[in-house]
């Protein structure tokens, strides 16, 4: 498994410095130093009333989710893996005048990375399939949560994660959806974001988690699951047939039949 986290490392330290100067629209950081509140429809609807809510975000990538969520008054942590996006995070944090912590290291080490115990914790868009077992990242949810306390997650859904858009533009199943894991390698040369940017760490590894295993995971840990959301869009272009909804997000054009795209859940502690 270290030489799969070395993989996406190298790829996430580059991609990150593509991420920040991005200008296609997907991250909004300019917006975001002009003093906007970019996160999301769908998070910002369901993720509830964070204001002086203690909050972790794990996998919190350059940490503009993690700052937007501070702008609502939220005391933020953010975690991730990659060094470069830990200065970038503390860059724009320094830069807007908004406050947040930002720590560098892998998610399974989170909790001898960061103390304490919070109110929230948050995990949104792109986090868990880099990540080879589900079951070890719920006990660092758990690990986290205050009593009462509740992770939000927000996430691709597994069943769109498991399909291809032929050349006639139909959605075929291609990837396993009971996957374990043995991962699955990708090549590509640009990121998500639709930048002409190219890298030179074109590889990653990645686990498609199943909707079971994801719930019965954070029951597993004594997590009670307040709500699961399917949604029918995604915040990147999964396939090349998507189009823009005007909103914020990537959508199925018309006659295609529907297909969950997104699931959000809340699950929390007793």
Known sequence: M??????????????????????????GVPEFRAGADVLGQIESEEVGDVSDKSLVHLQCHFGLDTLCLA????????LDFSGKAIEAARALSAETGVAGTFVEGNVYDA????????????????????????????TVVAHFLKPGGYLYLLEAHPAAMMLEEMEDGTLVPTYPYFQGRTPLT??????YTG???????TRTCEWNHSLSSIVNA??????????????????????PSMISDGQGFE???????SVPLAFSLKASRP
């Open 111 to 138: 909790a001898q990375l960061v103390s304490g115990a919070f109110d929230i914790v948050y995990v949104t868009w792109g986090a868990i399939n880099w990540l080879p077992d589900i079951e070890a990242w719920a």
């Open 71 to 78: 702008r609502r008054g939220a005391i933020v942590t953010g």
């Open 186 to 191: 990708f090549d590509e040369s640009t990121t």
């Open 218 to 239: 954070l029951i597993g840990v004594g997590l009670r699951l307040d709500f699961l959301n399917e949604h029918d869009r995604l915040v990147w272009k999964a396939f």
């Open 195 to 201: 930048d002409p940017d190219r890298l030179k760490n």
């Open 251 to 257: 959508v199925l054009p018309p006659g295609v039949p």
């Open 2 to 27: 270290e030489e799969h986290f070395e993989i996406n490392h190298r790829r996430w330290e580059e991609a990150v410095q593509i991420h920040v100067k991005s200008t296609t629209g997907v991250y």
